[in-house]
């Protein structure tokens, strides 16, 4: 009994020991790291407002220059797209396929001055105005030429997937 109280109270002081050195280094990254959320929302809306436009206008360029050059898109059911040339490829594919809206809903955005988080919901639109897709996606934000653009985002779907007959 005696070993099993010695052991419960060495782990707990060296959880309260690990909690602390936590908080403490997390405390100094949000300092050295300081930065205007709301300045770096502002920027990101802005540029989900161009690939919102440039989508609506079935501009590919420049939908695909909303994203850094070395960025990854992943979609459903599809391998990464990498690299901006082929996220332009993307775009004037679904261009083609006759998509033609894409709306962006940001529930959060979180991050430091090197990279931002994003949380949200989008829904995707036909040139003749009926929704094609709904769902949610994380995107990571850098700069990039004194611009915030899309790292990495990943997507899915709320819909259900169709079955195969």
């Known amino acids: 009994m005696r070993k099993y109280s010695l ?3 060495t782990l707990i002081s060296g959880s309260v020991l690990l909690s ?4 403490t280094a997390q405390s100094h990254i949000g300092r050295a790291n300081k930065i205007d959320t709301a300045l770096i929302k502002k920027a990101i809306y802005k540029t989900e407002e161009q690939l919102s436009l440039s989508v609506s206008k079935g501009d590919n360029e420049g939908s695909a220059n909303c ?5 990854k898109l992943m979609l459903p059911n599809f391998p990464a797209i990498v690299g901006r040339k082929s996220i332009s490829a993307i775009y004037l594919a679904a261009k083609n396929a006759g998509e033609g809206s894409l709306i962006f809903s940001t529930i959060s955005v979180w991050g430091n001055s090197k990279m931002i988080e994003e949380e949200g919901t989008y829904v995707l639109g036909s040139t003749q105005g009926k929704q094609l897709d709904k769902g949610k996606y994380i995107s990571l934000w850098k700069q990039e030429g004194g611009k915030w653009r899309i790292f990495r985002c990943c997507l899915n779907s709320d819909l259900p997937t169709p079955v195969a007959k």
């Open 20 to 23: 602390n050195l936590t908080v």
């Open 7 to 9: 052991l419960i109270n």
């Open 67 to 71: 994203y850094t050059l070395d960025a």
